[in-house]
């Protein structure tokens, strides 16, 4: 199988590992419910080449013809990954503040409340999601064990991309159009697992896990 199509290939293992998971936790996320579904997501490369060769070519409009029509002026543009993140917690070092408000309004590829790129969405979307109702609230509820296995898989997914980059999904998706719609865009690079977030509290928990994710990515 080639490079690029065997990280794909354990990328979807990733993702399906990750369904597994959560099959076992009471979640209230629904169809038509896109509460979680702001400007504000961010994506790998890596991820970026799985939606592409995912929808291939088929849909009416692409995802980049989507986002140059609705591209949010605000969105969250990350300052660091989560391996970075982690390594700067690592060293002891500051962490720069970041700016994320889910009213800077709703992702571009939200259409009637539907993701047009749902069976390829990356990590950001599949982990967003609610053990309580967030209709209301606009915030989700998630327990500390879900949040931790969610930091693992997002530092998994970064590290089989660590000579890739990563952003906002629509800076991500423009990356590479034409200088009108590139000004303004921000991404940084993504950097190998410094050290694996884990809570002394969740170790014995998440390991089994660990070692199902590990045996993805190393094999
Ligand atoms: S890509 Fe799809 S799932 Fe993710 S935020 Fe956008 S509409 Fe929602």
């Known amino acids: 199988m080639p490079q690029q199509d065997l990280r794909l290939d354990k990328l979807r293992q990733l993702y399906d590992l990750y369904d597994t998971f959560m099959a076992k936790t009471d979640l209230v996320c629904h ?11 961010t994506i790998t490369s890596l991820e970026l080449d799985y939606i592409k060769a995912t929808l291939g070519s088929g849909t009416a409009e692409s995802p980049r013809e989507r986002v140059e029509k609705r591209l949010a002026g605000k969105r969250f543009q990350p ?14 070092s500051e962490i720069p503040e970041e700016e994320n408000d889910p009213a800077w309004g709703e992702c571009p590829l939200l259409l009637n409340n539907t993701c047009t790129i749902y069976p390829a969405r990356p990590f950001g979307c599949r982990s967003l999601v609610s053990q309580e109702d967030c209709s209301r609230s606009g915030v989700a509820t998630l327990s500390p064990l879900v949040l931790t296995v969610n930091n693992l898989f997002m ?7 660590c000579n890739g980059i990563s952003g906002n999904l629509s800076d991500m998706i423009l990356t590479g159009s034409s200088p009108s719609l590139s000004t303004g ?15 002394p509290e969740h170790r014995e928990q998440v390991g089994p896990l660990l070692q199902d994710m590990a045996g993805i990515c190393n094999g």
């Open 155 to 161: 530092q998994y997914i970064e590290q089989m991309d």
């Open 31 to 41: 169809k038509g419910c896109a509460t979680c579904c702001t400007c504000n997501v």
């Open 79 to 92: 300052k660091t990954t989560i391996n970075g993140f982690a390594r700067l917690c690592m060293e002891g």
């Open 185 to 199: 865009i921000v991404t940084i690079s993504n950097q190998a697992v410094p050290v694996l977030m884990v809570p």
